[in-house]
């Protein structure tokens, strides 16, 4: 598995699966002999590699960051034949300084890829799926590469206050060189008009070398025009250092449901939520899966056809897809549930392993999605088996939330775990499946945005496989 190919004769488009490949591998994700089992393993090969070259104009800046969004299964990071570092969780975004190996000009990028769900240790989710039958590997979300001076902005989160006419920003600062004062410049505008709304800046800080530090500022939002199913209108802000640019997208909304009536509130009105679910890691396996689910025409028309039949709202059930489909969700007016990609527990059919602990994989279930506004719920652990639900466990006033069992294995003190790694983040609450509607928080707010790094450089990768002898050229992604 560790062994790098030493050619490459096959290539792919990144993002995508490996089942896109041309001259076509035979059978990547094999079909599972009993799709009830926990174990899955391609006897063809143990992994999938891909390799690209790019050349660094200039010297090599402050922060260089490489971001895997989403890859199945695990992924190691090897730049110009020095190891960067592994991110095994296949559902979240993976994070690699490359600043110790990145040089100006030429750069040889290689990316490892588990070939099976095997290729992960049974303490890390692998997305089993008892009505699947196949796991296709692959680089299934962008690739970004994000250069930048410092101070850098790691993370930019909004939280609408529709009542006050405001919206919070909070800003994480990293500073990557010496100590360092800096200012952000924050800029507001309509997303489709690019009407400037207001601008804002803070007061100087003073940032010790390699510290972090959260700005958060109170940005008023007078006759702002609230985002909903019905009009989905959208906000744009940009946060400048001065040495880095962030842009992301909001809408001014709130969500919450009211504990006497149990009906979910929208801006404050009662909400009725109609819709479905949308399996996408099932529709992989599909023969006519083919590129369709990283063709942005065909999923915006996708979630177009949700609303022709009068839904308002989607589950991306066990799994989730790439950052693209939030933003087509939120431009096109759909709320969603994103849940988890655990499907263990079920009588009969799944055993739930002893030692999967989702707490490996949640750091990052947040990075990406976590300010889109279409979401006012995160689901996580959704086993068919139910437990007795215990008693609520009281969690931070940070995490401001009830939260229960979530499923066999995982305590109520792991889930408060789980929201307490969020610590840092606007308040936020979490859904369980065995959570009481009665025990649900008086007042849920979610943050509304979605973040689009403009500094981001886009990397069309290419591949091979071990055991084949297959090796691949570069294909520009679209």
């Keep these: 598995m ?14 995508g699966l490996v089942s896109l490949a041309k001259p076509p591998f035979a059978e990547p994700g094999p079909v599972v002999a009993d799709r009830n089992s926990l ?34 299964f695990g992924t ?26 990145l040089r100006p000009g030429k750069n040889e990028l290689l990316i490892r890829v588990g070939a099976a769900r095997d290729s992960l240790p049974p303490s890390i989710p692998n997305g089993f799926d008892y009505e699947k039958t196949r796991y296709i590997p692959g680089i299934f979300d962008s690739v970004d590469l994000i250069l930048s001076g410092t101070p850098d902005i790691v993370n930019l989160q909004v939280a609408p206050d529709l009542p006050n006419q405001s ?14 004062v800096a200012t952000v410049v924050f800029t507001v505008r309509e997303a489709k008009s690019l009407k400037l709304i207001t601008t804002l800046t803070n007061a100087q800080i003073l940032l010790a070398k390699g510290a972090d530090q959260t700005v958060s500022v109170l940005i008023p939002m007078p ?34 449901f009211d504990t006497k009536t149990r009906i979910a509130l929208l801006n404050g009105k009662p909400y009725f939520m109609r819709g479905s679910n949308i399996t996408l890691y099932r529709f992989f396996e599909d023969p006519e899966c083919g590129a369709l689910p990283w063709d942005k025409n065909w999923v915006r028309l996708l979630h177009r056809r949700v609303k022709d039949m009068h839904w308002n709202c989607l589950r991306y059930c066990i799994g989730f897809p790439p950052e693209a489909w939030y933003r087509i969700a939120d431009e096109e007016g759909i709320l969603v549930q994103d849940e988890f990609p655990i499907w263990y527990g079920g009588a009969g059919w799944s055993k739930w392993p002893a030692n999967s602990k989702v707490m490996n994989s949640s750091p990052n279930m947040q990075n990406g999605c976590a300010n889109a506004g279409i979401i006012p719920l995160w689901l996580f652990g959704m086993p068919a088996t139910r437990l007795p639900p215990p008693k609520p466990v009281s969690l931070s006033k940070k995490c401001a939330a009830w939260i ?75």
């Excluded at 946060?239 to 640019?245: E, I, L, V, W």
């Excluded at 500094?455 to 091979?464: D, K, Y």
């Design 2 to 15: 560790d062994k790098i190919p030493q050619k490459f004769d096959h290539t792919v488009p990144v993002p």
């Design 39 to 72: 174990a899955q393993q391609d006897p063809r090969r143990d992994a999938f590699w891909y390799r690209r070259s790019f050349n660094l104009p200039g010297s090599v800046p402050p922060v260089a960051t490489l971001k895997v969004g989403k890859a199945m």
């Design 76 to 101: 190691r990071v090897i730049l110009n034949g020095q190891l960067i570092g592994d991110h095994l969780p296949s559902f979240t975004p993976g994070l690699f300084d490359l600043r110790a190996a």
């Design 167 to 180: 919206a919070r920003v909070q800003t994480l600062l990293h500073n990557a060189g010496e100590q360092a």
């Design 223 to 256: 006759g702002f025009r609230p985002w909903s199913p019905e009009d989905p209108f959208l906000y744009q802000i940009e946060a400048d250092t001065g040495q880095d640019r962030f842009e992301t997208r909001f809408g001014m909304r709130s969500f919450q």
């Design 404 to 478: 229960c069992r979530t499923g066999p294995g995982t305590t109520a003190m792991e889930c408060r775990a789980f929201l307490e790694m969020f610590s840092n983040l606007i308040p936020t609450t979490f859904m369980t499946p065995n959570i009481s509607w009665l025990t649900w928080p008086r007042k849920m707010v979610f943050p509304k945005a979605m973040p689009c790094p403009i500094r981001a450089i886009h990397l069309p990768l290419s591949m091979n496989t071990v055991g084949c002898g297959s090796t691949a050229t570069a294909r520009p992604r679209p």
